[in-house]
Antibody
């Protein structure tokens, strides 16, 4: 059974870089043709897609975040990661990693991690 | 950018039918997906590709999509259906996932 688990610092200082990792079990990033995604949700607000990555490293990013975001894969560790530069209080959110059932980047996210809260402090 | 508009809230009595709309320019021409999110939990996909129900989702949940409006319909609403619901599409022109702002369903 596929399981996704986010990990990383829960507190990041403003202007610094937010780094999170999604550990995958029950599936292998290197052998399955899925796009793996990051989505976030500020407290009390809606969902915002950050971006998605293929096992080859091919990426799609939210245009509004593209200048600050890097999503990468580490197939040897069966993980994929998110880096968000120059964070501000507006980046405070629960961050989710997720995977669709379909093989296209447009496929809806079917499997989600439990989410991890990241707070940006001044 | 493509904008999806949902009502902020919908209220329905137990046993009745709830309809949650998602408006977008010619949304009927693209696939719409719907997520349910309960407090403190990750979203759950309840409808994919306009009308498909993932395994484990009750038949009470159904979807439709035409013109400028997609609709999630929940029949025989129960207290356990109280949650936030989000629509989502893929914006081809920008290769981007877009979520609606979400609708809070209240069961009276």
């Amino acid at each position: 059974q596929l399981q996704l688990q986010e990990s990383g610092p829960g507190l990041v200082k403003a202007s610094e870089t937010l780094s999170l990792t999604c550990s995958v079990s029950g599936d292998f990033i290197s052998t399955t043709s899925y796009f793996w995604g990051w989505i976030r949700q500020p407290p009390g607000k809606g969902l915002e897609w950050i971006g998605s990555v293929y096992f080859t490293g091919n990426t799609f990013y939210n245009p509004s975040l593209k200048s600050r975001v890097t999503i990468s894969v580490d197939t040897s560790k069966n993980q994929f990661s998110l880096r968000l530069n120059s964070v501000t209080a507006a980046d405070t959110a629960v961050y989710y990693c997720a995977r669709p059932e379909g093989l296209l980047p447009s496929s809806p996210f079917h499997h989600w991690g439990q989410g991890t809260l990241v707070t940006v402090s001044s | 950018s493509y904008v999806l508009t949902q009502p902020a809230s919908v209220s329905v009595a137990p046993g009745q039918t709830a309809r949650i709309t998602c408006e977008g320019d010619n949304i009927g021409g693209i696939s719409v997906h719907w997520f349910q999110q309960k407090p403190g939990q990750a979203p759950v996909l309840v409808i994919s590709h306009d009308t498909d129900r993932p395994s484990g989702i009750p038949e009470r949940f159904s979807g439709s999509n035409s013109g400028n409006t997609a609709t999630l319909t929940i029949s025989r609403v129960a207290a356990g259906d109280e949650a936030d619901y989000y629509c989502q599409v893929w914006e081809n022109s920008r290769d981007a996932v877009v979520f609606g702002g979400g609708t809070k369903l209240t069961v009276l």
